[in-house]
């Protein structure tokens, strides 16, 4: 049977939570890895004991963020590891691993009761040797080889837009004013045009800026780091514009402007070096 068979429909929502804070679309797919196991509290800090160090933003919110963009792709690519006998699944956790270099594996094992979610999250293991230590109360310890374990994700980044791309600036003005506002205070709005547009095209020509980041359906976007108050690239950066193919399918277009800590958890789960993005941290 497949896996697909015993995954619950998406369960949960988000809705707008304020003007500075991400609304649905900006965020990633929280569903999927909750559908599919019970996590119990504090799963997180237990990841977080296994991986190399790394800043994840306070509580860990970053690297919860990273874990669900990834499971989602897991999902969407096939990748779990699932045991012949539905036991047990295996999920490589993005690209992360331990301080030295041994991938990271989210290990779940089969929920015995009636109601969903069907597996439960046990913790986060390595397969030294390729050896997993399976059991479940009451039972003797089974030693399972995984000869293949599931790999990272791919990350099917689109072309750079060869076109400079448009922003809406009505609906951006509408939704995103008060983010912008208190980034740029005491401005009318044809000086927030202009400002932005300028920053917008000098962060187009200097495409090396431009960092690919995930969208909540598991696509992908461009963001491109929009300096106003810096004239400094390593600097953080006042807005993050995400790029988008447009509704019509013809160029592509800029639909709002994000603070960079909200776009920072999508561009680092689809990129296993943090480096470009460090600065986006800032603001949190």
Request: aromatic share 10%; hydrophobic share 40%; glycine share 8%.
């Amino acid at each position: 049977m497949a896996l697909m068979d015993h995954f619950p429909s998406n369960i949960g929502s988000f809705g707008k939570q304020g003007t500075n804070r991400p609304d649905r679309d900006e965020e990633p797919d929280y569903d999927a890895l909750s559908g599919f196991a019970h996590l119990g509290r504090g799963w997180v800090d237990g990841l977080l004991d296994r991986i190399a160090p790394e800043v994840w933003g306070p509580d860990t919110k970053w690297l919860e963020a990273y874990c669900h963009a990834n499971f989602n792709l897991a999902m969407r690519q096939d990748l779990l590891h699932v045991d012949t006998q539905m036991r047990f699944a295996l999920w490589r956790v993005g690209s992360l691993s331990t301080a030295d270099g041994r991938p990271i594996y989210g290990y779940f094992v089969r929920n015995a009761g009636i109601t969903p979610p069907p597996y439960f999250l046990v913790g986060f293991i390595t397969l030294d040797d390729g050896i997993l230590r399976y059991q479940v109360p009451g039972a003797v310890c089974e030693l399972i080889r995984i000869d293949s374990p599931p790999v990272s994700p791919a990350h099917f980044v689109p072309p750079f837009p060869p076109l400079l791309p448009s922003t809406m600036w009505q609906h951006v003005l509408e939704t995103r004013r008060d983010r912008i506002a208190a980034r740029l205070p005491k401005l009318p709005d044809y000086s927030f045009r202009y400002l932005i547009t300028g920053a917008v095209g000098a962060s187009y020509r200097a495409r090396s800026r431009a960092v690919p980041g995930l969208r909540r359906d598991g696509t992908y976007q461009w963001f491109l780091p929009i300096h106003i108050t810096s004239a400094s690239p390593n600097d953080t950066p006042d807005f993050i514009a995400p790029v988008t193919i447009a509704d019509d399918g013809q160029g592509h277009v800029i639909r709002t402007l994000l603070e960079p800590h909200m776009a920072y958890p999508l561009a680092r789960a689809a990129d296993a070096d943090d480096g470009r993005i460090r600065t986006w941290r800032a603001g949190t």
